[in-house]
C-alpha cells in the first residue's frame, strides 16, 4: 500500500489540475502488477471517466513489438541482423540518399555508399527519417507527390534515405520497413503474426491494428494543445484498412497488455508461461547496437505535431535493437542501461532490468514532448523509484 499511495497521489494531482485529458499508468515487476491508476476522462467532449483498461494509439511503443517479432526470426535463422535486408525486400537492394535540392528545387539522389541491414532498421541507423523531424524529406515529399507514411500505403515506404547506412543515428520509419521484412519472409500479414506469436502467448487480448467494437467502447479520443495551453478534442484515428500495418507506429493497446509486453522483456523473454524469445537474445536487445554513434535531438520540423525532442539533455544515449538506453542514471531514478521508448501522442514506457520494474504511462494528445505530459511522466517515474527505495526494494543482479 505504501509504494501505491507513493505513485497514486501525485499522479491524481496533475489530472486533478488538469494539466491533460486523462492517463492510464502501470507499474509491475517481472512477477506482479505493483500499481495500476486511471485519472481523468477518456474525451473532453465526453463524460466517460478514464478506466485502466481504456484503449490508446499507442504509436511508436509498436516498435519494440515489431523488433521483438523480427528477432524471433533471428532466433530461427529466417532474418540476418548484418545481411543486407535488400535480399528480403527488393525495394531496398539499391538505397538512395536525398543530398538536397537543386537549383530549380529538384531533388538531388546518388546510390548509397553501402547496403542497410536488418541492424541498422533496428537501430534508427539505416538513413530513413521522418518528415515531422526532418524538413528535406518534408520537402521532398511535397515534390514529388509520395504519400505520407500515415496513410499506410505502400508508395509511402518509397522514400530516400537521408545519410549512408551506418553512420548517424536518425528516427524515422525503419521498423515500418522490419514489419515488411517480417512479412516477406513468413508470408504472413504482419497484424496475423503478431497476434499469433506474440499476443496470443502473453495474453495480450486487447492490443492490435484493427479497433475492434469492444476496443471502440473503451477507445480514448485524442486531443491537442493550442498555443494558449487549451486542450481541445480532435478527429484522429489509424487507417483502419491499411495497404500495410505499420510496424512502427500502428498498434492500439491498453496499459496493461503493454505492462505485460515490459515484463517479458524483465522476464527474459518468458510471459504468460510462454517463451517468446530466448534470454540471450533479449540480453542482445538491450545492448548498445550504435557503436561509437548518439542518439540525436530530434529538432521539429512540425510543431503542430511534435515538439522538439531531447530525453536527458547532456547525457550519452545509445540504441538497442529498438530500446533507446540511457548510460547513466536518471535524475528520477531509472538505472542505467534502462530501455525505453515512446509513442506520437505522448505514450511512455521504460524497462529497468537492474531494478526489475517497468512502467507505462499512456496520454493522448498533440504535439508529441508535450511539456505537461513530460511532467507527468516524470512525477510517476519518480514516485515509483522514491516507492522502491521506501520499501527497501533492492537492485537484482543482472
Request: some cysteine.
Amino acid at each position: 500500500m505504501q509504494i501505491e499511495a507513493q505513485i497514486d497521489r501525485p499522479l491524481r494531482q496533475k489530472s486533478d489540475r488538469q494539466e491533460i485529458p486523462g492517463m492510464v499508468a502501470v507499474v509491475a515487476s517481472g512477477s506482479d502488477v505493483i500499481y495500476e491508476g486511471a485519472f481523468g476522462k477518456r474525451d473532453l467532449a465526453k463524460d466517460a471517466p478514464m478506466t485502466i483498461d481504456s484503449v490508446f494509439w499507442i504509436a511508436s511503443m509498436t516498435k519494440a513489438v515489431t523488433a521483438v517479432a523480427a528477432m524471433q526470426l533471428v532466433e530461427q535463422g529466417r532474418l540476418a541482423l548484418d545481411e543486407p535486408i535488400g535480399k528480403v525486400l527488393p525495394d531496398l537492394a539499391a538505397p538512395m540518399v536525398l543530398e538536397g535540392f537543386d537549383e530549380r528545387g529538384e531533388p538531388r539522389l546518388r546510390p548509397a555508399k553501402r547496403p542497410i541491414t536488418l541492424r541498422q532498421l533496428m537501430t534508427h541507423t539505416a538513413g530513413f527519417s521522418y518528415d515531422m523531424w526532418n524538413g528535406d524529406l518534408d520537402r521532398y515529399l511535397e515534390k514529388t507527390g509520395i504519400p505520407r507514411l500515415m496513410t499506410c500505403k505502400n508508395q509511402a515506404l518509397k522514400t530516400p534515405i537521408m545519410t549512408d547506412p551506418g553512420t548517424r543515428w536518425e528516427y524515422g520509419s525503419s521498423i515500418d520497413l522490419v514489419g515488411k521484412a517480417i512479412e516477406a519472409t513468413t508470408g504472413i500479414r504482419l497484424d496475423a503474426y503478431l497476434r499469433n506469436n506474440l499476443f496470443a502467448p502473453l495474453g495480450m487480448s486487447d492490443t492490435g491494428f484493427k479497433i475492434t467494437d469492444d476496443m471502440r467502447r473503451r477507445l480514448v479520443g485524442v486531443h491537442a494543445r493550442g498555443p494558449d495551453g487549451t486542450l481541445a478534442p480532435i478527429a484522429f484515428e489509424m487507417e483502419q484498412n491499411p495497404e500495410f500495418h505499420m510496424g512502427g507506429g500502428g498498434l492500439y493497446g491498453t496499459a496493461g497488455d503493454y505492462i505485460k509486453f515490459c515484463q517479458m522483456i524483465l522476464n527474459k523473454g518468458h510471459g504468460n508461461g510462454n517463451q517468446v524469445l530466448q534470454p540471450e537474445t533479449v540480453v542482445l536487445m538491450g545492448q548498445n547496437s550504435i557503436g561509437d554513434l548518439v542518439v540525436t535531438k530530434m529538432v521539429s520540423a512540425a510543431p503542430n505535431i511534435s515538439n522538439d525532442v531531447d530525453f536527458y539533455p547532456g547525457m550519452v544515449k545509445k540504441h538497442g535493437l529498438s530500446f533507446l538506453i540511457n548510460t547513466a542514471q536518471t535524475p528520477e531514478g531509472r538505472s542505467a542501461g534502462s530501455l525505453a521508448w515512446a509513442g506520437l501522442a505522448n505514450s511512455y514506457f521504460w524497462i529497468d532490468p537492474a531494478r526489475d520494474v517497468a512502467g507505462v504511462i499512456l496520454m493522448q494528445l498533440f504535439p508529441f514532448a508535450d511539456q505537461k505530459c513530460l511532467e507527468a511522466l516524470a512525477v510517476f517515474e519518480r514516485s515509483v523509484y522514491d516507492g522502491l527505495n521506501a520499501s527497501g526494494a533492492r537492485r537484482v543482479a543482472p
